[in-house]
């Protein structure tokens, strides 16, 4: 069974912290590695993508590959209480497998 | 990236009755998929829709249950057949565009009761 898996949270942090987002796969084979933001009644939106070992920067997003590991994560700088939202990990299997989600809640 | 339209956004449907949501893309693509997303829940593929032939359905999904018809490389629907509330759920289009990229339409909430 290919397995995405993702700590469900709350993972509250205060506002202009980083806020760390963890996500692990269970096939090796993966090569596409994706993170979706989705707010509370809305459908998820793509925020980034990696395909090679280390960091990918966009802006105050840093997603992080470690094929060895078989994890990628997505780090938020100086978070904002509009960044509160549920973050999908996705990695492509040949269809995209998503993660379960982590709800994120950026405090005033 | 596409602009991927859904109609309807939302409906309320009674149990034994069918709904088709509609899917519109404003780029011609090659993969379009169909997803579910229940409440609380991640994102269940329901199938990838196929220009010109019959769509691909993942485990746990049936034609009978879930027609999609893909007439041309902009458009899609999906009907879901003999509601009962289980189905009651987010019901997502997708493409690829650019490919290995995927994106969400809006999404069409239905409830069934």
């Known amino acids: 069974q290919k397995e995405v898996e993702q700590n469900s949270g709350p993972l509250s942090v205060p506002e202009g912290a980083i806020a760390s987002l963890n996500c692990t796969y269970s096939?090796?084979?993966?090569?596409?590695f994706f993170w979706y933001r989705q707010y509370s009644g809305k459908s998820p939106e793509l925020i980034m993508f990696?395909?090679?070992?280390g960091d990918k920067e966009d802006g105050r997003f840093t997603a992080q590959l470690n094929k060895a590991s078989q994890y990628v994560s997505l780090l938020i700088r100086d978070s904002q209480p509009s960044d509160s939202a549920t973050y999908l990990c996705?990695?492509?299997?040949?269809?995209?497998?998503f993660g379960q989600g982590t709800e994120l809640s950026v405090k005033p | 990236s596409a602009v991927i339209s859904q109609k309807p956004s939302r409906d309320i449907c009674q149990r034994g009755t069918s709904l088709t949501i509609q899917c519109q893309v404003d780029?011609?693509?090659?993969?379009m998929f169909w997803y579910r997303q229940q409440p609380g829940q991640s994102l269940t593929l329901i199938a990838t829709?196929?220009?010109?032939?019959?769509?691909?359905?993942e485990s746990g999904f049936v034609i009978d249950k879930f027609p999609i018809s893909r007439p041309n490389l902009t458009f899609s629907t999906l009907t879901v057949s003999n509601m009962s509330p289980e189905d009651s759920s987010i019901y997502l289009c997708s493409v690829e565009a650019p490919p290995d990229e995927q994106y969400f339409g809006p999404g069409t909430r239905l409830t069934v009761t």
């Open positions: 780029s011609q693509v090659t993969m």
């Open positions: 096939d090796r084979g993966s090569q596409s």
């Open positions: 829709a196929n220009q010109g032939s019959e769509a691909t359905y």
């Open positions: 990696i395909y090679s070992n």
């Open positions: 996705a990695v492509r299997e040949g269809k995209l497998i």
